[in-house]
């Protein structure tokens, strides 16, 4: 197997994984979920798929230039070019359905991995495959530590929702024990006043009685002295 099936295999591979990565997001998408961590991964595999066909485009660019070289036959030529073209369709419609779900390539964010001739600019028409790579693999990761850092703050925010829950959660139930606690003094309270009044309504009848009886022998003694 030389290098043209070896990138072909990775390039169907890296397909398949986008369709299977399109499929899971139809599927959260009916229920209303987003995935920001298979978004990334499917912009990965783009990246991937988008690398191999490259590699696939000058190989049998190459090829044609030098049929002689190659050795190969012009049947095999226009059997890898049928290969190749039918890669680039199924490439630019998972390109386009990969970039109509991503929130950051609506905005403008999103990321060509293919060179392009037409959109070349003085800042990469000089580079080669190789250093366009790097400095595609450079904006991928700058991409990457984004979202990383979107989802760290998410992920804080998520957690002190958590504790800021928990918290009220506690204090609630510190405010349902000090209302039972004020409840049960209250009652001690207006039991206490009870007896106190009802201590006191009989000290007053003792007291009055007594009262009436010194009167009664004071009366007494003096009629008993006249």
């Not at 991928?140 to 979107?150: F, P, S, T, Y």
């Amino acid at each position: 197997m030389d290098d043209f099936f070896k990138d072909l295999a990775q390039a169907e591979k890296s397909r398949d994984l986008i369709r299977n990565g399109l499929e899971e997001r139809k599927q959260k998408n009916a229920l209303g979920e987003s995935d920001m961590h298979l978004e990334s991964k499917m912009r990965g595999w783009l990246k991937d798929f988008a690398m191999n066909f490259d590699a696939l485009q000058n190989q049998l660019d190459k090829n044609l230039q030098n049929p002689e070289k190659s050795r190969m036959t012009t049947k095999e030529l226009e059997r890898r070019t049928g290969l190749v073209e039918e890669l680039e369709k199924d490439l630019n419609e998972l390109e386009a359905k990969v970039k109509a779900g991503n929130k950051l390539a609506a905005a403008g964010v999103g990321i060509n991995f293919r060179r392009e001739s037409s959109e070349e600019n003085e800042s990469t028409k000089n580079l080669s495959n190789r250093d366009l790579q790097v400095a595609q693999d450079t904006m991928w990761k700058r991409q990457n530590d984004l979202e990383d850092a979107i989802l760290g703050t998410t992920g804080n925010l998520v957690s002190v929702s958590h504790n800021l829950k928990d918290e009220l959660d506690l204090q609630d139930g510190l405010l349902d024990d000090l209302t039972q606690g004020v409840d049960h003094t209250q009652k001690r309270i207006d039991k206490s006043n009870f007896r106190m009044k009802e201590l006191i309504y009989k000290s007053s009848d003792c007291c009055l009685i007594t009262v009436i009886l010194i009167l009664v022998g004071v009366v007494m003694l003096i009629i008993f002295l006249l």
